[in-house]
């Protein structure tokens, strides 16, 4: 704009000293430049970005990376973790197993103990439910977390126990004893995530879990489906677990059983043929595909490595706040649009205008119009880009 400005300035000034005189070729290439100054055009994106900005501070919204809430519009995935993000993650025990020579109570007693120092949400889960029932906890030592399958350690000083999940026995080829088996199968239908415990590579029990799917949850894939947007959900939990939640709110896809160095490839599979994915997680093991997606949005609550790793944080844990991040990135570019069009066309009408070019048909614009048509085209450009604030990005 300044180049065309100060070039459509000079022609006009040359033309009208030789077409009439210095004085009215001097007034208006003036009126050029005034009616140029760039301020409606110069504010046509920054002021819809402050108030954007603002508005999504107060919608419960950080933005880290603001060139991911303006892509927010174009999304065609929105690939959500399973556990604390569509559910509560609050695990709460259902059901006991136990072999042989072993009661209930020892199974809750002996996977508890060795759960006691895990930070997953369903061994945490276990740890509460021994509390609960007074149950006393034995020292663990050589603890370890088997990533994306359990843990396991050494109780009563040299026997080793894992309490893992069924995926576990399926990649070490472990059969667990039938009337375990066909009740945790039936469990598995239901949602609930089971837990086995093993001593010497031979299931001795297997504790039932159930995590409580958030109402929020089936608000946020409904909107999304309004908005022309798939969804889907990965897990580590068993296919029967995952299919079931699926159904319930109505997932286009999900991915069960995978492993945490697998979650990111899961995210390239969705992004195949140019499509646009958003992930959204809140743990440690989320982290990479947070990164590896168009974007990454992290559960306010969860984990600091995820948070790091997303472009935006949802403070309020509200997975319906997804929703928003998209009604109000495409409301912004909507404004953005309108600004930059208002502002161009302006320009493109009133130059001319300025320069003479209708002298003949007597309009003629002095430069005291041309400074009050250029204070109009601002006031508008301001006034529709705080019209932003009125946009409707509710959830409900």
């Given at each position: 704009l300044t180049i065309i400005a100060i070039a459509t300035a000079i022609v006009t000034f040359i033309y009208w000293l030789v077409a009439k005189d210095a004085a009215f070729a001097l007034e208006r290439s003036v009126t050029v430049l005034i009616i140029a100054c760039p301020h409606a055009l110069g504010l046509a994106i920054p002021l819809v970005v402050?108030?954007?900005?603002?508005?999504?501070?107060?919608?419960?919204?950080?933005?880290?990376?603001?060139?991911?809430?303006?892509?927010?519009?174009?999304?065609?995935?929105?690939?959500?973790?399973?556990?604390?993000?569509?559910?509560k993650g609050e695990h709460g025990v259902t059901d006991i197993w136990a072999t042989k020579g072993y009661t209930k109570e020892d199974i809750l007693h002996l996977t508890a103990s060795l759960e006691q120092n895990s930070e997953h949400i369903v061994g945490r889960g276990i740890v509460q439910k021994a509390k609960d029932d007074h149950v006393h906890l034995d020292k663990v030592t050589k603890f370890a977390a088997i990533p994306g399958l359990g843990v396991k350690g050494t109780l009563h000083g040299n026997e080793e126990y894992l309490a893992v999940s069924y995926r576990y026995l399926k990649e070490h080829n472990i059969v667990a004893p039938k009337d375990i088996s066909s009740a945790a199968k039936k469990a598995a239908q239901q949602g609930k995530t089971e837990v086995y415990l093993l001593s010497n590579d031979n299931v001795i029990g297997a504790i039932a879990l159930a995590d409580v799917i958030r109402e929020e949850s089936k608000a946020t894939i409904a909107a999304l489906k309004q908005l022309g947007i798939k969804s889907a959900m990965i897990t580590g939990d068993s296919k029967e677990v995952a299919s079931y939640v699926a159904k319930q709110l109505g997932l286009d896809q999900y991915f069960a059983e995978v492993r945490p160095e697998d979650k990111a490839a899961k995210v390239k599979e969705l992004q195949n043929n140019g499509q646009k994915v958003a992930m959204v997680g809140d743990g440690i093991n989320d982290a990479p595909a947070l990164s590896q997606a168009t974007i990454g949005i992290a559960i306010g609550a969860g984990t600091d490595v995820a948070i790091k790793s997303a472009d935006i944080i949802l403070v309020k844990s509200d997975p319906k706040d997804v929703v928003k991040i998209i009604k109000l990135s495409k409301a912004t570019y909507r404004k953005m649009v309108q600004n930059l069009v208002w502002a161009t066309g302006y320009n493109v009408v009133v130059i001319p205008l300025a320069s003479g070019v209708l002298y003949n048909q007597g309009v003629i614009l002095a430069p005291a119009v041309g400074a009050v048509l250029m204070t109009v085209s601002t006031v508008v450009v301001a006034l529709n880009a705080q019209l932003l604030r009125r946009a409707d990005i509710a959830t409900s």
């Open positions: 402050s108030i954007s900005t603002a508005i999504s501070a107060r919608s419960g919204l950080l933005v880290r990376k603001r060139l991911a809430l303006e892509a927010a519009r174009k999304l065609d995935w929105v690939l959500f973790d399973k556990t604390g993000t569509l559910t």
